[in-house]
T-cell receptor
Framework: NAGVTQTPKFQVLKTGQSMTLQCAQD?????MSWYRQDPGMGLRLIHY???????DQGEVPNGYNVSRSTTEDFPLRLLSAAPSQTSVYFC??????????????FGEGSWLTVV | GQQLNQSPQSMFIQEGEDVSMNCTSS?????WLWYKQEPGEGPVLLIA?????ELTSNGRLTAQFGITRKDSFLNISASIPSDVGIYFC???????????FGSGTRLQVQP
């Protein structure tokens, strides 16, 4: 997981609160993405970015915003936290198109609980 | 988006046994990836497959890219306790330049 740093590692939020999960990579990767992982459902794509200033929605984007002002950073914002957003969040970055999977790096995950 | 169906959902085996799991899709994938996730960690790539029919090994792990491009298999031989974890198949979502993941196979190995 070297090179992709996620913070915080753990967070507890109250319903309605907002927060930002930070993700930074120092490998000069163009592609970055956010996934959430729920029990028995694998990882699902929330948002992704193909470069600075460019973002797009993934499979489950509702309730989340992203921005990509620099190549290095790709923060994920929860606008008004809901219990359904309790999950483990993973940030990933890749060197090129994901067709070459050995260039994809994952962060260590952020465990979020919304009460 | 594309969906991957992974089976079995979980396995509980004795140390030394061989393990087989598979992943299928209703659409064609040009790349198949197999990841392992240990508790508290992010997924780590085990094997990447890029051509139909390809058979690739990584130590005791062997994965195959199905001829139809709609399936892939992962085999683990002579399992050991450190094989415990969740194994995911994944493939590139051609529309979104990110990965689509299967739901995972949870493997438990009893010493």
């Amino acid at each position: 997981n070297a090179g992709v740093t996620q913070t915080p590692k753990f967070q507890v939020l109250k319903t309605g609160q907002s927060m930002t999960l930070q993700c930074a990579q120092d490998m000069n990767h163009e592609y970055m993405s956010w996934y959430r992982q729920d029990p028995g459902m694998g990882l699902r794509l929330i948002h992704y970015s193909v470069g600075a200033g460019i973002t797009d929605q993934g499979e489950v984007p509702n309730g989340y915003n992203v921005s990509r002002s620099t190549t290095e950073d790709f923060p994920l914002r929860l606008l008004s936290a809901a219990p359904s957003q309790t999950s483990v969040y993973f940030c990933a970055s890749s060197q090129d198109r994901t067709g070459r999977g050995n260039t994809i790096y994952f962060g260590e995950g952020s465990w979020l609980t919304v009460v | 988006g594309q969906q991957l169906n992974q089976s079995p959902q979980s396995m509980f085996i004795q140390e030394g046994e061989d393990v087989s799991m598979n992943c299928t899709s209703s659409s064609i994938f040009n790349t198949w990836l197999w990841y392992k996730q240990e508790p508290g960690e992010g997924p780590v790539l085990l094997i990447a497959l890029y051509k139909a029919g390809e058979l690739t090994s990584n130590g005791r792990l062997t994965a195959q890219f199905g001829i139809t491009r709609k399936d892939s298999f992962l085999n683990i031989s002579a399992s050991i306790p450190s094989d415990v974890g969740i194994y995911f198949c994944a493939g590139p979502d051609t529309g979104r330049r990110a990965l689509t993941f299967g739901s995972g196979t949870r493997l438990q190995v009893q010493p």
